[in-house]
């Protein structure tokens, strides 16, 4: 800990001399320099604690008019946390405002005649008040580095863009000099993004980046200049400080960031919790990136699946409708010639599989359909769709007086799947539609459903269900596409129910 606090002193040619031995018969270690460009060669040198100046000191080209300004300018840019006082006689306002427009911390005008006693109170008060600025400036770049990463977060499509755009900006701060993402194989860290943007880069301090992935913590460590004297590819090249960030979201590591400093007194407690948290968002964001790649790659094998489904439904359609075709105006002829029993048995096969044929390219294309909502009367498509179905020694009984939103054609088409349900599993009996109180139901006569292994909705065929699982798979995709829910029960008493849930009325939409 130093003993007294450092004061640097830019003086003018002009400038008294006795107020720098005042300064340093006051217990100030004063450093005095003669423009701009010795000051910022010296910064690094000191623990600086406050900046006193002329406005007539030496500019960077030699030029002495208002040199002090300039150096006001490029503190405040590169050492905010520094107090300056502008020690001159300032008789033009227009400078004078300029110089405060700079965040100058006090201006002590050199010719009063208490010009040196002011300036040593102001300089105290600068000094005292350095801690305080020191703590802020740091709080402003972090919350500045942790601002530009969560901008990068959200314009960042992938885990490529992330991690380059993240290192990059945190390489772009006043605060740090380097970043980089890594992944640690065999104990050795490959670098996956780079802050800098150099094509080649070699990590000569690996030690705290492996550390912070296998312990799964955060890592400070300093870097001594000796271990990359001679590898000018070294990423710790002018680093004097290294804080190893663990990347890891829910038990998921995705490498590490490591941030780089060039100065030691980086990196505390407060700044490290800082980044834990940073660290979080980025793994939450990577881990998010790849979730949406992989659903999206998902979504495109389904897409691409069910393309292919469409082409083989269409293909066994054009396969079997033309023999198909062939065969029944056969037996139509044999028929006309010979009446024989065996000849209608045939026929109704023959139409069975036609149905068949149809339900199975309805399947196939209703994920490609779109459908045209309007208010409908559920009592009159069923209506309808019950005078298109061959129903001999079935009866129906209406029982809805509801209106619903629904596609007309594809409710109908939904009706008469669930009519040849019936018709196939019985002969005889009652079929019956009812109002719900969130849709409504069919219900037909007949011995239970086998569900299969998949579900009693999912396409499948058994040897006893002559196509039940067509007219089911085809019910539930129009029912879904309308976004209502399907559901069977089997009842106790002999009766096979399907009820339809989740439709929309008119007036429920309205309101």
């Known amino acids: 800990m130093k003993s007294q606090p450092t004061v640097l002193f830019v003086r003018s040619p002009s400038q008294d001399r006795a107020a720098i031995s005042m300064l340093r018969d006051s217990d100030l270690t004063v450093h005095e320099f003669d423009g701009v460009r010795d000051l910022e060669c010296a910064l690094g040198d000191y623990d600086t604690d406050c900046v006193v100046t002329n406005c007539e000191v030496e500019n960077p080209d030699g030029t002495q008019y208002l040199g002090g300004l300039t150096l006001i300018d490029r503190l405040q840019r590169n050492h905010p946390e520094l107090p300056v006082v502008l020690f001159a006689e300032v008789t033009n306002g227009d400078i004078a405002r300029e110089a405060y427009s700079r965040d100058v911390f006090s201006y002590v005008p050199s010719t009063v005649s208490d010009a040196h006693q002011r300036l040593l109170a102001r300089v105290d008060a600068a000094v005292a008040s350095s801690p305080a600025r020191q703590r802020a400036n740091k709080r402003k770049q972090l919350n500045e580095a942790v ?38 194989q065999h104990d050795r860290p490959v670098v996956r993004a780079l802050g800098s943007q150099r094509d080649r880069v070699s990590i000569t301090v690996p030690e705290p980046l492996c550390r912070a992935e296998s312990e799964d913590r955060l890592v400070v460590a300093d870097i001594d200049p000796a271990t990359f004297a001679n590898d000018t590819d070294a990423l710790e090249t002018d680093c004097a400080r290294v804080l190893a960030v663990p990347l890891v979201y829910d038990g998921t590591s995705y490498g590490v960031l490591g941030v780089y400093a060039d100065r030691v007194d980086i990196f505390d407690t407060e700044e490290q919790d800082t980044f834990r948290e940073v660290g979080h968002n980025i793994a939450l964001a990577i881990d998010a990136s790849q979730t949406k790649d992989a659903l999206q790659q998902r979504s ?212």
């Open 147 to 184: 601002r530009l990463v969560n901008q990068a977060l959200v314009r960042s499509q992938s885990r490529v863009d992330i991690e380059r755009d993240v290192s990059a900006v945190l390489a772009g701060t006043a605060r740090y000099s380097e970043a980089c993402t890594v992944t640690c």
């Open 300 to 511: 495109t094998e389904l897409e691409r699946q069910k393309e292919r489904l469409r082409e083989l439904a269409q293909i066994i359609s054009h396969e079997l409708r033309n023999p198909l075709q062939a065969a029944m105006g056969r037996v139509e002829l044999l028929a006309a010639e010979h009446a024989a029993e065996e000849f209608d048995a045939i026929q109704r096969s023959h139409t069975r599989i036609s149905f068949l044929i149809d339900d199975l390219m309805e399947i196939a294309r209703q994920g490609g359909r779109q459908y045209t909502v309007e208010p409908v009367a559920l009592s009159d498509v069923m209506g309808d769709a019950w005078t298109t179905v061959d129903t001999d020694g079935l009866t129906i009984e209406i029982d809805c007086t509801e209106t619903i939103l629904a596609d007309s054609t594809r409710l109908c088409q939904l009706a008469e799947n669930f009519f040849r349900l019936a018709t196939d599993q019985a002969d005889t009996g009652k079929v019956t539609i009812t109002d719900t109180a969130d849709g409504f139901a069919l219900e037909h006569d007949g011995p239970p459903l086998e569900a299969g292994n998949e579900g009693p909705f999912e396409l499948y065929y058994a040897s006893t269900d002559e196509g039940v699982g067509l007219h089911l798979a085809v019910i539930r995709e129009i029912a879904h596409g309308h976004g209502w829910e399907i559901t069977l029960a089997n009842e106790s008493t002999g009766r096979v129910r399907l009820n339809v849930t989740d439709v929309e009325r008119p007036s429920a939409k309205t309101t």
